[in-house]
Every structure is written in C-alpha cells, then in structure tokens.
C-alpha cells in the first residue's frame, strides 16, 4: 500500500499538483478499499485485474512473475554470467524543490513574481548485474542550453552524461534509442571484449 501511495504521489507531483497531508489520508483509505475488495473478488471468484489508480493488477504481476522465471531460464540456457546482465531503469529528479514543510512567510508567498521552484529533470541510469560497470546516463531536461551552461562555457559533449532536451523533460523513446546507439552499444561491446566476453 506504501509504494502505491508514493506512485500516487509522484505523479500528483510530476503533474505539478500539491497535496496535503488530508489529501494523502484521503487517498490511503481508497487504495486500502479498493485492495480490500480486490482481495475479496479473488477470494470469491476469479477477478480479471481491474486497475484502480494507476497500479498494477494481480494479472501484470502474475506477468511479471512469469517473467523473472523465462528471464532466469534464458540466462541459465545462454550461459549468461552477471556480467552481461545489464539493467536500464529511469528516475525523476527534482532538483531545486523545496521541501514541503519549509517556513515560507505569508509575505514571502504574496511577493511578485514569488514561485515555488520544481525544476526537474529525468535520469536513465543503467548497470550490469555485478554493479562493476555503470554506462554513462541519459539526461534529459527541458532546456537544451541552460544559463549556466552558457556562463561558464559548458560543452555538453565533455559531460558525463548524454544530454538531450524536451519541454516535459521526459525520456522518449527517440532519446532511449538514440543513447542505446551512441552510448550502451559500443560501451557494453567495448567492456565484454576487454573482459574476454562473447558479445
């Protein structure tokens, strides 16, 4: 129920939305009915999956489950050792945002041109399966030349990241094929012929 109530809270987040502690509350007790009669339907009868509010259904679980099991038994047939096994996930980060609970005065919030600062960006980060090989990340931010980049100089190219702009600030499927191209393929080759790996 937790990690249902923080998905629920980083979208509310990422949609720019505030909630209050009440609001959560509030949201918690849905969640924790709409569980309590999933449970109920698939005690009773066989349920079909109904997804309420974002999560994932009994059937995308048995899915998942299914497929650590043909995962596990690829690697097994293939030969496959933890070393080519790689893992690309992304995150969110707001990197500027104050905490919800700081002190800002009545005053302070009534100023002109007062806004709370939300600047985000998304992260896809990716290793093998030992954690002995971090490729480089895949960056995307909504501006393709921030202020400082342009006061202090800065050449995308040099940084440890593979940089890419979108207003959302959202890893699209042209920037994930885009860095498997540029940054995953010819790194993971590079890494496995370094380490006597079959490709």
Excluded at 68 to 87: A, C, H, M, R, T
Excluded at 119 to 143: E, M, Q, W
Aim: net charge positive.
């Amino acid at each position: 129920m937790e990690q249902l109530i923080l998905l629920w809270i980083k979208e509310k987040q990422l949609a720019g939305d505030s909630v209050s502690e009440a609001i959560i509350c509030e949201k918690a007790v849905a969640i924790f009915q709409d569980l309590k009669r999933d449970i109920t339907e698939t005690e009773g009868e066989s349920s079909q999956g109904v997804i309420r509010h974002g999560e994932a259904s009994r059937g995308d679980i048995k899915v998942a489950e299914n497929f650590i099991k043909v995962f596990e038994k690829l690697i097994s047939e293939e030969g496959y050792l933890p070393l080519q096994v790689f893992n690309c996930d992304e995150t969110g980060l707001f990197w500027e945002k104050m905490p919800r609970r700081t002190f800002i005065t009545g005053e302070e919030k009534s100023l002109l041109g007062h806004k709370a600062m939300k600047d985000r960006l998304t992260l896809a980060l990716c290793a093998n399966a030992i954690g002995d090989f971090k490729i480089k990340p895949l960056l995307v931010y909504h501006s393709e030349n921030p202020r400082a980049f342009k006061a202090y100089k800065v050449m995308k190219e040099k940084l440890q990241v593979l940089w890419r702009a979108i207003s959302k600030a959202w890893v699209t499927r042209q920037f994930f094929i885009e860095w498997m191209n540029i940054v995953f393929g010819s790194s993971v080759k590079k890494y496995l012929i370094d380490n006597g790996l079959p490709l």
